[in-house]
């Protein structure tokens, strides 16, 4: 009997008002508007060190950031998916008819279980899902079906350790001894054994703020 995808607590907040929110916040202050800017100029450079693929699945979509990113390339297939309806919404409500129409599918989707054939895509974009799975079997259960899904490869981003912001994430959950995290730094040695475990090879990765931030973007090739 298959195992049931897990739940991440997370995922159940998203509520149509703080999907709404979500979407808007990454708009708001200087130092948001300048990481969104940052992270889709990084995905960029990811997919292009990846080939420029010619099918992309954005799972989880979120709001949609990335979306006028991933159309830059006029021929690209697009598909989103997310957990959320009411993050879906919101993405479809931001997005430019034009943009929207770009896609072939905007649909719920479990990340732990794609409703997508093998080899659906070439290529997944899957940003801030890595750093709410504490679990290393449910984030391995997840690396696999990315691996399954994307016949080329994929670009992942999570946090990682060997920063000064890690080194201050860990100091403040040690204070507040949480039992229910659900944001975790993840040691690099660590993600990459679990990359290697689930059939993926480490191209290249790219920090968000090298020493600073705890954003690492991963791209990996399917082997």
């Not at 995808?5 to 997370?10: D, E, I, V, W, Y």
């Amino acid at each position: 009997m298959t195992t049931p995808p897990p739940k991440l607590s997370f995922s159940e907040k998203y509520d149509r008002d703080h999907a709404r929110a979500y979407e808007k916040k990454h708009r708001t202050g200087l130092r948001r508007r300048l990481t969104t800017w940052r992270e889709i100029q990084l995905a960029r450079r990811a997919l292009h060190a990846a080939g420029d693929p010619a099918s992309v699945l954005d799972m989880p979509c979120g709001a949609g950031r990335f979306w006028p990113m991933l159309a830059e390339h006029p021929t690209r297939r697009l598909l989103a998916g997310d957990r959320s309806p009411a993050m879906l919404e919101a993405a479809r409500a931001a997005a430019a008819p034009a943009l929207l129409a770009r896609f072939e599918s905007v649909r719920e989707l479990d990340a732990f279980a794609l409703d997508l054939p093998d080899d659906a895509v070439e290529h997944i974009l899957c940003m801030r899902l890595l750093h709410h799975i504490a679990r290393p079997q449910d984030r391995l259960r997840l690396l696999r079906e990315l691996h399954r899904v994307a016949s080329r490869g994929v670009t992942v981003s999570l946090w990682v350790d060997g920063n000064l912001q890690a080194w201050r994430r860990r100091r403040l959950d040690a204070r507040r001894r949480r039992a229910d995290v659900n944001r975790v730094v993840v040691p690099r040695a660590t993600i990459e054994a679990e990359f290697a475990q689930a059939g993926f090879r480490v191209r290249r990765h790219f920090d968000v703020l090298p020493g600073w931030s705890m954003w690492r973007f991963y791209l990996l090739d399917k082997v």
